[in-house]
């Protein structure tokens, strides 16, 4: 198979990409590079030869691309909150045009289509654990809303293809994901809790760290997003850990892994940001047969070998 990958040179994008150029596909790997890496896709490009193909795009514009595409994961757009409020403008184009481009190309080409939604579209939920049917409690503008609507109308539009053209699609909506690769200056907990202990910092947490988060290791994400990829699930699914965590249960258990005497500090909680945060995976297991395998503590120790041979590289903070 010839498979799209749009955010390629991303966290999830670049791990999506090596495990489907393992399994014998041929991969294009698109990034405009606002928030992926090149290094990352030099280290694809090299691992896997000609398999990989990088196309350096911004997919707010129009994609031409030659020859067949037999699957499209679309998984571009900036996904740290302190990526979506630098670039709140490039963040609501990618959701917006940026789907609309991609879908385009995959009724083009006849292609299967995968939307990689968020556990954001839920907002500051109400309810507890999130199930595929909730509809989510959002503020469309607060500083958040560019990043939710943007996934909110990118699964709207998603589905009206699916109505209107009779395109095969598959709606993700990944709940929080770490492993290596992450940036280090990423900004979400997992990253910065692993690069302050590295580096004997303060460990800042916003609010007191009594908000909740359900943290899934990247290898089941891709896991679950190939699964879907390849199934008849046209409804959106849940890719996630249901472990749910405290903020503060987190930052301590990173304190012990590390072994750093880093001090907790406390930070104002950003507006609107989600109280508790936890998939419900009913659907995954019933109709992909997915769960995820790998534990905290095991994710955490694969991760925090990764950062810390970075940090002894020297890789800058801002990579």
């Known amino acids: 198979m010839r498979i799209l990958v749009t955010g390629g040179a991303g966290f999830i994008g670049s791990h999506l990409c090596d495990s489907l150029l393992d399994r014998g596909e041929e991969v294009l790997c698109l990034d405009n590079f606002l928030t992926g890496r090149r290094s990352v896709a030099n280290e694809l490009q090299s691992r896997h030869g000609k ?7 911004n997919i707010s514009e129009h ?10 994961y679309h998984l571009a757009s900036p996904a740290s909150p302190i990526d979506y409020l630098k670039f709140p ?58 990043y939710d609507e943007a996934k909110r109308f990118a699964e709207a539009i998603t589905m009206a293809y699916h109505r209107a053209h009779g395109l095969d699609i598959h709606i993700a909506r990944i709940f929080n994901t770490y492993g290596p690769r992450m940036r280090l200056a990423d900004g979400r907990a997992i990253p910065a809790f692993l690069c302050q202990s ?45 472990n749910e965590m405290t903020i503060l249960k987190v930052a301590e258990r990173i304190r012990e892994l590390t ?16 109280k508790v945060r936890q998939p419900d995976i009913f659907r995954a297991k019933e109709l992909l047969g997915w769960e995820p395998k790998v534990g905290f503590e095991d994710g955490i120790r694969s991760t925090l070998e990764d950062f810390r041979r970075r940090i002894e590289q020297g890789e800058e903070m801002a990579s």
């Open 51 to 57: 398999r990989l193909s990088l196309v350096e795009h």
């Open 63 to 72: 994609i031409n691309i030659d020859g067949p595409v037999n699957a499209i």
């Open 89 to 146: 403008i490039q963040t609501l184009k990618v959701g917006a045009l940026g789907t609309h481009n991609a879908l385009g190309l995959a009724l083009a080409k006849k292609a299967v289509f995968l939307l990689a939604s968020t556990s954001e579209v839920y907002g500051d939920p109400e309810i507890h654990p999130q199930t595929e049917d909730y509809w989510g409690n959002v503020n469309p503008i607060g500083p958040r809303g560019v």
């Open 198 to 242: 590295l580096q004997g910092e303060p460990l800042t947490i916003f609010g007191n760290g009594t908000q909740t988060r359900s943290f899934c290791y990247i290898s089941d994400l891709v896991n679950g997003l190939i699964r879907l990829m390849e199934s008849d699930v046209r409804k959106p699914v849940n890719i996630g850990n249901p």
């Open 259 to 274: 072994g750093t005497s880093s001090p907790i500090e406390h930070c104002p909680l950003p507006e609107d940001d989600p």
